[in-house]
């Protein structure tokens, strides 16, 4: 089993800038994908990014617009999410997810393991 725990959300302003951080731990040794998702409110979950775990192939979502950028620290078993220019449209629950085999990152069902959520809150 492998454990996602997510930490940085919170109640941001409009125009800031945000880091999220997901930690990982138990047996990553063959983990080959790590994404972070989003939902927003009566919308669907959408993916943001995905990143491969030992390799440096990323995927970001048309719609970040360049505003989002993820990142993989495997010596600390971490994946960041940093948020640039936030807008109100960005709130929402921020989950992170791994996968241990190929496929599809844009998949939800592929991913094995998922975080508990964190909230981001985008005031003007």
């Known amino acids: 089993q492998v454990q996602l725990v997510e930490y940085g959300g919170g109640l941001v302003q409009t125009g800031a800038s945000l880091g999220l951080t997901c930690v990982l731990s138990?047996?990553?040794?063959?983990?080959?994908?790590v994404a972070w998702f989003r939902q927003a409110p009566g919308k669907e979950r959408e993916l943001v990014a995905a990143?491969?775990?030992?390799?440096?192939?990323?995927y970001s979502a048309d719609y970040t617009e360049g505003r989002f950028s993820i990142s993989r620290s495997t010596d600390a078993n971490t994946v960041s999410l940093q948020i640039r220019t936030l807008k109100s449209e960005d709130t929402a629950v921020y989950y992170c997810a791994a996968s241990g085999h190929s496929g599809d990152p844009k998949a939800q069902g592929g991913y094995d393991y998922w975080g508990q959520g964190i909230q981001v809150t985008v005031s003007s």
């Open positions: 138990g047996d990553t040794r063959r983990l080959f994908t």
């Open positions: 990143h491969e775990w030992f390799r440096t192939a990323s």
